[in-house]
Every structure is written in structure tokens, then in C-alpha cells.
């Protein structure tokens, strides 16, 4: 990409020396670019101004997380303070720092030696997850509980009551025309479908979808496997779909949905 070299560019210019390979980590919560050289790496950022430099030679053990997908740390020798970094490609910035860190020893030592990489857990404080963290509605939303699920929505919308008093799963945008309906429909048991539908479940759960409303097109926008974390995709084996109301397909805001729910019954 174009702006990756432009990125390049001013790290390059910034550290006087040729980059290998370059990636964007977080160190204490803190977004900083890492950067591979020929023989050091760098974490710099350009606001503000930030850069320190770690020899390869000092590197220890590279620990990578076993239960966080993005953490990992890089011991030093001497005393030196580890490296706790976070990463969405540590994969892939692993391999790249193994390559340098061989090369350097070779060049230093003139013989080979394995990379120290090992699994495991990284010297990070550990707490407890709780249900709390995930039920808590985002800044601008709304945590909304029909049918089982829990879902948030944008907290413009607002509830309707039907006619025995209870929530309708009917939201309508405070000033328009637009409308959130939420249908929770009860489960189907694949034994009762033909054999066609059992061979693509999306596709009767496509079918299930337009035959809730004669007056409404529902407009796909995502069909996939649902997870398991009994999504609202679930109810129709996995394809998500939201009401159009009274506005053309071109004037549909993408960014609506699909929304995030979870169930808040046990089982």
C-alpha cells in the first residue's frame, strides 16, 4: 500500500537506518509503531515524539501468550526491563523478529543458533472477567433486553409497548421514519426441514426471514455460521437481516446493523 511506504519513509528518516519490517503495537494501553533494523529494534512513535532502542544481542526469551491471542513479551539479558507488547499479526512479527535476531547472532558469533521463542504466560496482572464488561452498553448506546437476548442499539431509538403492556420489539428513531424490529422466533428442528434446506441452512434461514413481514423488505447484510455465543443470527442459522421502512434501498445506512447481542438466559 502507498501509505504503508510513506510510513516507512518517515520511520526510516526518523531513526537514520534501514527498517526490515515495521508493525503497530501497544505497550501499556499506549499505540506505538515497532520497528526491525539491522541490528536493534525500535518502538517510536511521531506524537509525541518517542523512540527507544533494543538490541538484538540483548533479547532473552520471547514469551508468547498462550491465552491472549495478541500478548507477548520479550525478556532481555543484564537486568534489563521486559517488553510486554500487544499485536494483532504477533505471528507474523515473531517470524520477522526471529529472522533478524538469527542473522544478528550469525553476525556477531559466526555460528547459528535456534530462535528462544517458547509459549507461555507473560508477567501481566490477571483479572477476572466478569459478565459486567460485556453487558455494558457502549458510549451512545443502549443495552436492550427482548425475548432471552440482550442487544445494543444506537440510544436514539426508543421502545414501543404492545398492546398487553409489554415490549414489542418495535424501536423507532426519535424525529424519522426508520424502524428497528427485533424478532425472536422459536427454534425449528432440522428434522422437520427438506432435504434441500438441510443441505444449506442459510437458505431456509433466508426464507425464514422474508416470511416474517408481507409489508417490509428484508434486505440481507450478512449471512454466515453463527458463533456460539447465541447471537441474534442464531434464531435464523446465522443470516443477520434488517427491516427496511418507508425508504429506498439506496438510502439503507449499512451501518445500522448487524448489531451485537447475547443471551441472557442460562442453559
Known amino acids: 500500500m502507498a501509505s504503508s511506504r510513506f510510513v516507512l519513509k518517515g520511520i526510516e528518516d526518523m531513526l537514520k537506518e534501514e527498517v526490515k519490517f515495521f508493525s503497530m503495537v501497544r505497550q501499556n494501553g499506549e499505540r506505538m509503531y515497532i520497528c526491525l533494523g539491522k541490528r536493534a529494534l525500535y518502538l517510536l512513535d511521531f506524537e509525541p515524539p518517542m523512540q527507544q532502542q533494543f538490541y538484538f544481542a540483548w533479547i532473552q526469551t520471547v514469551i508468547i501468550d498462550r491465552d491472549n491471542l495478541l500478548l507477548f513479551q520479550i525478556d532481555m539479558t543484564e537486568g534489563r526491563e521486559p517488553l510486554i507488547l500487544e499485536s494483532f499479526e504477533r505471528e507474523r512479527l515473531c517470524d520477522e523478529l526471529a529472522i533478524c535476531w538469527k542473522a544478528d547472532f550469525m553476525f ?3 555460528s547459528w543458533q535456534t530462535f528462544p521463542l517458547k509459549r507461555g504466560q507473560c508477567d501481566v496482572a490477571r483479572r477476572e472477567r466478569t459478565a459486567l464488561e460485556f453487558t455494558t452498553a457502549p458510549e451512545k448506546m443502549q443495552k436492550i433486553e427482548f425475548g432471552g437476548y440482550l442487544l445494543f442499539a444506537d440510544d436514539a431509538y426508543r421502545g414501543e409497548l404492545g398492546a398487553d403492556g409489554q415490549p414489542s420489539g418495535i424501536y423507532r428513531l426519535a424525529g424519522r421514519e426508520r424502524v428497528l424490529k427485533v424478532l425472536v422466533i422459536a427454534v425449528e ?6 432435504r434441500r434446506e438441510k443441505d444449506s441452512l442459510r437458505l431456509k434461514a433466508e426464507q425464514m426471514a422474508r416470511g416474517q413481514s408481507a409489508d417490509a423488505e428484508m434486505l440481507i447484510l450478512r449471512s454466515e455460521q ?7 443470527g442464531a434464531q435464523f442459522g446465522g443470516a443477520q437481516f434488517a427491516r427496511r421502512a418507508q425508504f429506498s434501498r439506496r438510502d439503507f445506512p449499512p451501518t445500522a ?11
Open 108 to 110: 556477531r558469533k559466526w
Open 226 to 232: 453463527a458463533s456460539a455465543q447465541y447471537s441474534l
Open 189 to 194: 428442528p432440522v428434522a422437520t426441514l427438506g
Open 257 to 267: 446493523f448487524p448489531f451485537t447481542a447475547r443471551s441472557t438466559t442460562s442453559g
